[in-house]
């Protein structure tokens, strides 16, 4: 029997938050011990899956076994070229969110930590989820943690950002929920097989009228998480109000979860809707991208600032799923993977300058280069990064995803470009402003330098953001076949048979149990 890995990284984050139930809260420093130690642990594991994933359109790790047969629920577990690389991003960012929460973190350590884990846990539940009734749990289940991460250990504001976040996914997810019962009815009704198995359900297309209908409620609930413009509204609080580590997970990886959704629900579901809603998507994403540039470049605080970027640079992924052509998807696929990365270093950049002088605004900080030089290193290559510098990993990501665009439409091209060059403007007087410039305020000059541990946090990150723009084959080549077959089932309006690829097998000396 191939090896559960799938299982495994789902369920040890959950193990582990349960082991450190155990532990007396007192023992800080053995918490935040054993949290870095198995989180990075789970994250080696993880790394299995990149190597020995098979470039093929076929879900590979499969694991399915009868959980409530008697409505056809199942267990079962998959990932492809579209989630592989979301479940690593998940397993790479929280040891780094551990290590950066070290002493940010200082009341209720042991709840933080446990938070954060179980986090986790649902996250990657929701990337390797193939059934509906099973990811719709995972979905729900995530929101707990993040509630309590942002509404314990946030800002003055907390709890009312920590609310509206519950509450806007929840009415979401609702939507969402109706419309699984709808496709396992209407698909039970049809072949008299009631099943929530997506890869059941999609060799079934529904008619024309039901898919616009799902599409809005699957849609809504993907939206809302994103954000999207109008549905936006949420992240600058939640981001704000968030500790540093809640906001690196919410950029990093929750996010994501919506433009997920998106490719691996409502494209291969609905293909006949897709077209009829290519043009509001286009249009939605558009105003995203600009807005979110244009109101980033007025905000006086640093952290409110990068969270409406993110409101941008969604926009961009959204442009490129909806292109429906091989360049377009991975390219908003490996922008994903460059978002996680560059915003992510982004919010622990800026946590790392609150933890030192307790203020974000950017009317504050100058001429900071010269007292942590370091630092300025660091803070310039992720701007860079972010603003899609060739050579970076922000690059590759817009390039493809604007040529995309320019091969659906032309003037939609167009108009996202300009998003490149006012991100361009806001992300370099934002580091014009804080790091050059005179060093007049006396509070600046007694400022450190990077520590051991905050170079270790930002570092891979950083190796990561390079690696990715010099050579990124070595994630385009692993998502080219799914992302293919995916488009097949856009453009034909019907989905390609299934294909169980056989599990790569393990190396013996995980087989054998020796790890």
């Known amino acids: 029997m191939p090896f559960p890995i799938l299982t495994f990284l789902v369920f040890l984050p959950l193990g582990l938050a349960a082991l450190l139930l155990l532990v007396d809260k007192s023992h800080e420093s053995a918490i935040k011990q054993v949290t870095l130690a198995g989180s990075l642990g789970i994250f080696i594991m993880s790394l299995q899956l990149y190597f020995l994933f098979q470039p093929t359109a076929g879900m590979q790790f499969e694991q399915t076994t009868p959980w409530i047969p008697a409505i056809g629920v199942s267990y079962h577990l998959g990932v492809d070229g579209i989630s592989l690389f979301m479940v690593l991003l998940t397993t790479f960012l929280t040891p780094i969110i551990v290590l950066a929460s070290w002493n940010a973190i200082s009341r209720h350590v042991k709840g933080y930590m446990i938070s954060l884990l179980l986090l986790e846990s649902g996250i990657i539940g929701v990337f390797v989820s193939l059934d509906l009734f099973?990811?719709?749990?995972?979905?729900?289940?995530?929101?707990?943690?993040?509630?309590?991460?942002?509404?314990?250990?946030?800002?003055?504001?907390?709890?009312?950002?920590?609310?509206?976040?519950?509450?806007?996914?929840?009415?979401?997810?609702?939507?969402?929920?109706?419309?699984?019962?709808?496709?396992?009815?209407?698909?039970?009704?049809?072949?008299?097989?009631?099943?929530?198995?997506?890869?059941?359900?999609?060799?079934?297309?529904?008619?024309?009228?039901?898919?616009?209908?799902?599409?809005?409620?699957?849609?809504?609930?993907?939206?809302?998480?994103?954000?999207?413009?109008?549905?936006?509204?949420?992240?600058?609080?939640?981001?704000?109000?968030?500790?540093?580590?809640?906001?690196?997970?919410?950029?990093?990886?929750l996010l994501k979860m919506g433009t997920y959704g998106f490719l691996r629900y409502c494209l291969p579901l609905f293909p006949r809707a897709v077209e009829q809603f290519t043009s509001l998507i286009f249009a939605l994403a558009v105003i995203g991208i600009i807005y979110g540039a244009l109101v980033a470049m007025v905000q006086p605080d640093l952290k409110k600032?990068?969270?409406?970027?993110?409101?941008?640079?969604?926009?961009?992924?959204?442009?490129?799923?909806?292109?429906?052509?091989?360049?377009?998807?991975?390219?908003?696929?490996?922008?994903?993977?460059?978002?996680?990365?560059?915003?992510?270093?982004?919010?622990?950049?800026?946590?790392?300058?609150?933890?030192?002088?307790?203020?974000?605004?950017?009317?504050?900080?100058?001429?900071?280069?010269?007292?942590?030089?370091?630092?300025?290193?660091?803070?310039?290559?992720?701007?860079?990064?972010?603003i899609g510098l060739p050579g970076l990993n922000g690059f590759i990501g817009e390039y493809l995803i604007l040529l995309g665009t320019f091969m659906h439409n032309k003037t939609v091209g167009v108009l996202a470009a300009t998003g490149v060059v006012l991100g361009a403007v806001y992300m370099l007087l934002m580091f014009q402003r804080v790091m050059f410039g005179k060093l007049d305020n006396n509070e600046n000059r007694k400022l450190k330098d990077l520590s051991a541990r905050e170079i270790v946090v930002l570092a891979p990150i950083v190796a990561l953001i390079i690696a990715i723009g010099v050579y990124p084959n070595f994630i385009l080549k692993k998502m080219e076949p799914t992302v293919n077959q995916l488009i097949v089932t856009v453009r034909t309006g019907q989905s390609a048979p299934v294909v169980h690829d056989k599990t790569p097998e393990m190396p013996d000396d995980w087989a054998k149990g020796d790890r």
Not at 187 to 192: I, N, S, W
Not at 198 to 219: D, E, K, N, S
């Open 305 to 386: 600032l990068v969270a409406y970027s993110s409101v941008s640079h969604l926009g961009f992924v959204m442009l490129g799923v909806f292109s429906l052509n091989n360049q377009g998807i991975q390219g908003g696929l490996i922008q994903m993977l460059n978002h996680g990365l560059s915003t992510g270093a982004l919010f622990l950049i800026v946590g790392m300058l609150y933890e030192r002088r307790h203020t974000r605004q950017i009317a504050d900080f100058g001429g900071l280069a010269r007292q942590i030089p370091v630092f300025t290193t660091f803070f310039m290559l992720v701007t860079l990064s972010s």
């Open 134 to 253: 099973l990811f719709y749990v995972f979905w729900e289940a995530m929101l707990v943690p993040m509630y309590f991460i942002i509404g314990i250990w946030g800002g003055d504001r907390r709890v009312y950002a920590a609310v509206k976040f519950v509450i806007f996914t929840v009415v979401g997810s609702l939507l969402m929920l109706v419309a699984i019962l709808v496709i396992y009815f209407y698909h039970g009704g049809l072949t008299g097989q009631y099943t929530f198995d997506l890869l059941v359900i999609q060799q079934t297309m529904l008619p024309i009228g039901y898919q616009i209908w799902l599409f809005l409620a699957f849609g809504l609930s993907f939206a809302i998480k994103v954000p999207m413009f109008p549905f936006h509204t949420w992240l600058p609080d939640a981001h704000v109000e968030a500790p540093t580590g809640g906001s690196v997970i919410l950029a990093g990886v």
